[in-house]
């Protein structure tokens, strides 16, 4: 159909066209798998603590933990059902970036271990090396100019 009306009509009929959002529904769910992803993160923690760690260990623990869980989710086909439901739930966490770094490395291993796996897989998480290591050092000149003070 070709539309050779105005911008309002054409505003009007682009909106009859996209489907509706179920806003509470996305931001329950979001809420619920996000929120039990991080309650998760906290009870690792604790039981990491309780067997004896010190509260650094027992965090780095509980990240290599929750990216563990993430890649074995991503590779199970389990994560992107969860992510289906919860949105933004579950890009969040740091089991979020597992799952993207892992979806890109099984979705482009049949390209080979180089250049497919390797390649792909820093191609998404490369921006968000940069922009953590750039921020930590701004971050660390605004920290080191503010003890001289």
């Given at each position: 159909?070709?539309?050779?009306?105005?911008?309002?009509?054409?505003?009007?009929?682009?909106?009859?066209?996209?489907?509706?959002?179920?806003?509470?529904?996305?931001?329950?769910?979001?809420?619920?798998?996000?929120?039990?992803?991080?309650?998760?993160?906290?009870?690792?923690?604790?039981?990491?603590?309780?067997?004896?760690?010190?509260?650094e260990?027992?965090?780095?623990?509980?990240?290599?933990?929750?990216?563990?869980?993430?890649?074995?989710?991503?590779?199970?086909?389990?994560?992107?059902?969860?992510?289906?439901f919860?949105?933004?739930?579950?890009?969040?966490?740091?089991?979020?970036?597992?799952?993207?770094?892992?979806?890109?490395?099984?979705?482009?291993?049949?390209e080979?271990?180089?250049?497919?796996?390797?390649?792909?897989?820093?191609q998404?998480?490369?921006?968000?090396?940069?922009?953590?290591?750039?921020?930590?050092?701004?971050?660390?000149?605004?920290?080191?100019?503010?003890?001289?003070?």
């Amino acid at each position: 159909m070709r539309f050779t009306k105005n911008k309002e009509e054409y505003a009007a009929y682009y909106k009859s066209l996209t489907p509706k959002s179920p806003l509470l529904r996305d931001v329950t769910g979001a809420f619920l798998v996000g929120g039990g992803i991080c309650a998760l993160g906290q009870l690792l923690t604790e039981g990491y603590t309780a067997l004896g760690a010190e509260k650094e260990l027992a965090a780095t623990l509980t990240s290599v933990t929750l990216v563990a869980l993430g890649i074995l989710l991503s590779a199970l086909g389990l994560y992107a059902r969860l992510a289906k439901f919860a949105g933004a739930g579950t890009l969040v966490p740091i089991t979020g970036f597992a799952n993207s770094m892992a979806s890109a490395a099984i979705e482009f291993k049949s390209e080979g271990y180089i250049l497919g796996l390797g390649a792909r897989m820093f191609q998404i998480a490369g921006p968000v090396i940069v922009y953590g290591v750039s921020a930590s050092v701004v971050y660390g000149v605004v920290y080191w100019i503010s003890t001289l003070f």
